[in-house]
């Protein structure tokens, strides 16, 4: 079925989207020291930032397979809303890529290391859009402790 303009759907457009963005830094030294010795140092950072939306039914296949019922209170009771999932993921890594060359008469002899240091934080909230004159996100507290 895909998405749709219907807010009061679970797979409405505006509760299935994505914002990732990404970058990529790098800083090249390279140096010559005499007697034959080179040197060639590359430190970088990439990152990778990830902020969704994502509705428990945006194939559209309907409330037989994901019911319209969301828990806004963790232990509370059941009630009408639009089940999905806020969802956080971000990536950034950090390294160094070092080569070191010596010039002999019987040719070069090069040695090198790459040392890179990743971290990542990922979250994942689940939320309702209760329907009414009002539409706004709440997180379902029963999702986020179980």
């Avoid at 040197?39 to 397979?65: C, I, M, S």
């Avoid at 232990?75 to 160094?96: A, I, M």
């Avoid at 060359?101 to 309702?128: E, N, Q």
């Amino acid at each position: 079925m895909g998405l749709i303009e219907q807010p009061a759907q679970q797979n409405y457009f505006g509760y299935n989207l994505d914002h990732i963005t990404t970058d990529f830094e790098y800083m090249d030294l390279a140096s010559t020291f005499g007697s034959g010795w080179e040197l060639d140092t590359k430190v970088y950072t990439y990152g990778y930032y990830h902020r969704g939306f994502n509705g428990e039914d945006p194939n559209g296949q309907g409330p037989q397979a994901f019911p319209d019922l969301v828990v806004p209170t963790y232990g509370g009771s059941p009630q009408f809303g639009v089940p999905g999932e806020l969802l956080q993921n971000d990536y950034r890594s950090v390294g160094t890529i070092t080569r070191v060359t010596k010039d002999l008469p019987i040719g070069d002899v090069k040695f090198g290391i790459w040392y890179d240091h990743s971290s990542m934080s990922a979250r994942s909230a689940k939320w309702t859009c209760r329907m009414g004159s009002r539409r706004t996100l709440i997180p379902s507290m029963a999702a986020a402790h179980s």
